[in-house]
């Protein structure tokens, strides 16, 4: 496993951006794995930069939504869906086509579940797969306490994950499960890269890489990834120097 430690979330947020393109650039149908929250925001914004500065074409690559709020609307602006369409989907002007999220209203979580799954292995499987690290450890809706060989799944939130994920939410709302891709996805992905920033994640990034590996941090399964990568700033990793 790699560990990259940039100045900032802007020098982190660049890097990641360009590594996007560049996947992209050296296959033109590269299947890419998103998380949405905070820490990807500007990886978005910047790789829509990026893409628009230098012309690449994305119109052959597939884009996969991380995780969802089970029961939120996509219109709800705390959505996945609505991160990902507005910051990183619309930007990029993918085709519907081009794009697979979780639907949050299904009537049957479990073959969103099985659908999603079947579209990962029909697209060849993930190219590369960016996700962020919850306060507790997850990594998507990969609470402590799940499996490390799940693949798509519905999942009860943890109380930190309930709490934190109002942040996202305009007025509070009532979260209590998830649906997203397991840590299976990232073991099989080509490329996953982890990525936090700021010194709230600081705790959660030194039990991250000094923890036994296990499912109470699932965000440890990262270092069994044989081409794994954490990218953090330098706020994030100001224990690890302790
Ligand atoms: C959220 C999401 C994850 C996200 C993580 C970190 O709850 N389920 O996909 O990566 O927690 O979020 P943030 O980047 O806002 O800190």
Redesign the pocket.
Known sequence: MQLNIYKNYQELSEQVARQILQQVIDKPEAVICM??????KLTCQLLAAMAAKEGTDFSRATFIG??EWLGIPPDNTGS?HYFLHHYLFEPLRLATGQVFVFDALTANPAKACADMDAVIAEKGGIDLMI????MNG????NEPGVSFNLHAHVIDLDET?IT??Q??FAEPVPLSQ?I?LGLQHLLDARKAIVIANGAK?AGIIYKTIHNKIGNDIPATVIRLHNNGEIAIDEEAASMLTR
């Open positions: 998380a949405s929250g905070d820490t990807p991380l995780d996945c996700v962020g690290i919850g997850h990594i998507g809706f994950t934190v994920g942040k996202y998830g997203t994640k």
